[in-house]
C-alpha cells in the first residue's frame, strides 16, 4: 500500500522561512506528478506547488518567488522550501502524489495526512 509521509512544518514569524518533506512509502512503480496543497481555516485546499516526474513546474501565483518545490524521482520525495512567509500563508499543507502506479495497483490521487504550518506577524 502506497502512503504519503510528510514532515517539517511549525510556527514561524513573518519573514522566516520553514521547509516541507513528503515521501511516498510502498512499492512504487512510477508516479506523474507531486506537490503541496494548502487548506487555510474556512477555505478550500488549493494547489500551492507542483511538479511533474520530468521537471515540470507550476507554482501559485501568491507563492512565486518565495516557494520553491523539488523532487527527487529515485526516493520518491518531494520538498517545499518556503522562505519570505506572511501570515497568509497559514494553513494546513497537504502533499499530494498524482497518477501513482505501484504493486497494490493504480491510484489517481493520494494525500498525505497534513502538516501545520502558522506564520505570526
Known amino acids: 500500500q502506497v502512503q504519503l509521509v510528510e514532515s517539517g512544518g511549525g510556527l514561524v514569524q513573518a519573514g522566516g522561512s520553514l521547509r516541507l518533506s513528503c515521501a511516498a512509502s510502498?512499492?512504487?512503480?512510477?508516479?506523474?506528478?507531486m506537490g503541496w496543497y494548502r487548506q487555510a481555516p474556512g477555505k478550500q485546499r488549493d494547489l500551492v506547488a507542483l511538479?511533474?516526474?520530468?521537471?515540470?513546474?507550476n507554482y501559485a501565483d501568491s507563492v512565486k518567488g518565495r516557494f520553491t518545490i523539488s523532487r527527487d524521482n529515485a526516493k520518491n520525495t518531494v520538498s517545499l522550501q518556503m522562505n519570505s512567509l506572511k501570515p497568509e500563508d497559514t494553513g494546513v499543507y497537504y502533499c499530494?502524489?498524482?497518477?501513482?502506479?505501484?504493486?497494490?495497483?493504480?491510484?489517481?490521487?493520494?494525500w498525505g495526512q497534513g502538516t501545520q504550518v502558522t506564520v505570526s506577524s
Open positions: 499530494a502524489a498524482d497518477r501513482v502506479r505501484g504493486s497494490g495497483g493504480f491510484f489517481l490521487k493520494l
Open positions: 510502498g512499492n512504487i512503480f512510477s508516479i506523474n506528478a
Open positions: 511538479i511533474t516526474s520530468d521537471g515540470r513546474l
